[in-house]
């Protein structure tokens, strides 16, 4: 069951609409700096609280670079029940981490 693309042509899309979205895109993917850019340039107040996302991404970072044990102490630091009220995403860091381990032994 295709849809047909012809059917959204017509579709009025609000700029305030494309403009929320692209926001909430770069702040949730902690894109600071192009945020601040996007909303100079369009004009759109800024939502966004620029401090946490500079948290978010030192912690997301730390875990990418496999310093799991550190992003999870800070995850802890900036938001003290965030593990505790959402296990399944402390699991995920810990099995990180436990993949860390075993890879490190090769």
Do not use: W
Not at 89 to 106: A, I, Q, T
């Amino acid at each position: 069951m295709d849809i047909d693309p012809r059917q959204y042509e017509d579709i009025a899309v609000n700029d305030n609409d494309v403009h929320s979205i692209v926001m909430s895109y770069l702040a949730h993917s902690c894109f600071t700096d192009t945020l601040e850019s996007f909303t100079t340039s369009t004009g759109v107040k800024q939502t966004a609280n620029l401090e946490d996302m500079e948290k978010r991404k030192r912690i997301y970072h730390l875990a990418l670079e496999g310093s799991v044990l550190k992003a999870i102490e800070l995850t802890e630091q900036f938001a003290p029940d965030l593990l505790e009220k959402n296990k399944d995403l402390h699991f995920d860091l810990l099995s990180l981490h436990f993949v860390g381990l075993v890879c490190s032994r090769k």
